[in-house]
């Protein structure tokens, strides 16, 4: 176990699978306590971090939403009490070529991807 991360708490957007999933179970398993946030069911990737022996915490949230991140923060709050590290790998890319992408799609897009960042 990593000294240097030993009971910090991280926060993860998009931890629910993928590679937010991969940063949960490694800082898990170098002590940290995670906070996994995404709009899919992290249950699985909290389940990860319990069996490395920290504590985690579910919080669905549109990292898009100004307001959603800052119920997420809250609940963050309430559970950890602090926040050290924060990585985000929350992203979208439509499965559609670029011809084909409407305003709106290309603004839901920067709408996660940058703005939530």
Not at 46 to 67: F, H, P, T, Y
Not at 78 to 102: E, R
Request: glycine share 10%; with cysteine; net charge neutral.
């Amino acid at each position: 176990m990593a000294k240097g991360h030993k009971d910090k708490v991280a926060v993860i957007t998009g931890a629910a699978g993928g590679i937010g999933q991969a940063f949960a179970k490694r800082l898990a398993e170098d002590g940290v306590h995670i906070a996994v946030v995404d709009l899919g069911d992290g249950s699985d990737t909290v389940k990860m971090v319990k069996a490395a022996g920290r504590d985690a915490i579910a919080v669905k949230c549109d990292v898009s939403s100004e307001s959603a991140v800052a119920a997420m923060a809250k609940d963050v709050g309430k559970k950890f009490n602090h926040v050290d590290i924060v990585i985000n790998c929350a992203g979208i890319f439509p499965q559609k070529n670029f011809d084909d992408m409407t305003f709106a799609d290309w603004r839901r897009v920067l709408s996660i991807n940058l703005d939530g960042t």
